[in-house]
């Protein structure tokens, strides 16, 4: 089964820099890559996605960078503010979606 | 939280008691999962239904069962033979299963099960 790793677990930025988040795949067949957002005793909420055609997508302040060759994507959050504190998922998915483990982001005033 | 309930928010539980976990929906999606999240680790599937009166398990489904008798609902039970059964319960629904992996799922707000 598809096996996604996360990194870096916790990331601590300052107001107004950026947060990168990496996550690897191992199954070649999946296609589809979805990032979610997920606030202290909530459910997630999906916050970007992209497919297995499209390089790179972006909405507004957030970014997300696939490389299929190398069974890599990432997530890019500029100019962090506090509200965007919170645990993010990244998630591969053929017919299925299989979560990294976590990070969790905090962001400094 | 989308179109997804759960309820309750918090339960509490005696060891050896089985325990149901209510999730409905209105979105009018085919499909329902249902995760299971420990602290510091991701999301593990548990079960998933594609349609009415189908369902699979997933990753954990030991000690778990489910039903599926109405497209909106899909109730989870933590039965006593779940060795640890506390930790936080997700459902989740999308459009359908679909074998091109595009599968957006929408998650609702989760039930805290604690065992005593």
């Known amino acids: 089964g598809e096996n996604v790793e996360q990194h870096p677990s916790t990331l601590s930025v300052q107001e107004g820099d950026s947060a990168v988040i990496k996550c690897t795949y191992s199954?070649?067949?999946?296609?589809?890559f979805p990032w979610y957002k997920q606030e202290l005793g909530k459910g997630p909420q999906l916050i970007i996605d992209i497919r297995s055609n499209v390089g790179e997508k972006k909405d507004q302040r957030i970014a997300v960078t696939l490389n299929k060759t190398a069974k890599h994507f990432s997530l890019h959050i500029t100019e962090t503010q506090p509200e965007d504190s919170a645990v993010y998922f990244c998630a591969a998915s053929d017919y299925k979606l299989s979560f990294g483990a976590g990070t969790t982001v905090t962001v400094r005033a | 939280d989308g179109g997804i309930t759960q309820s309750p928010k918090y339960l509490f539980r005696k060891e050896g008691q089985n325990v149901t976990l209510s999730c409905e929906q209105n979105?009018?999606?085919?499909?329902m999962y249902w995760y299971r999240q420990d602290p510091g680790q991701g999301l593990r599937l548990i079960y998933y239904s594609q349609i009415v009166n189908d369902f699979q398990k997933g990753d954990i489904a030991e000690g778990y069962s489910v039903s599926r008798e109405k497209k909106e609902s899909f109730p989870l039970t933590v039965t006593s033979a779940q060795k640890n059964p506390t930790a936080f319960y997700l459902c989740a629904s999308s459009i359908d299963l679909q074998t091109s992996g595009y599968n957006e799922q929408f998650f609702g707000p989760g039930t805290r099960l604690t065992v005593l």
């Open positions: 979105l009018n999606h085919d499909a």
């Open positions: 199954d070649s067949a999946s296609n589809y």
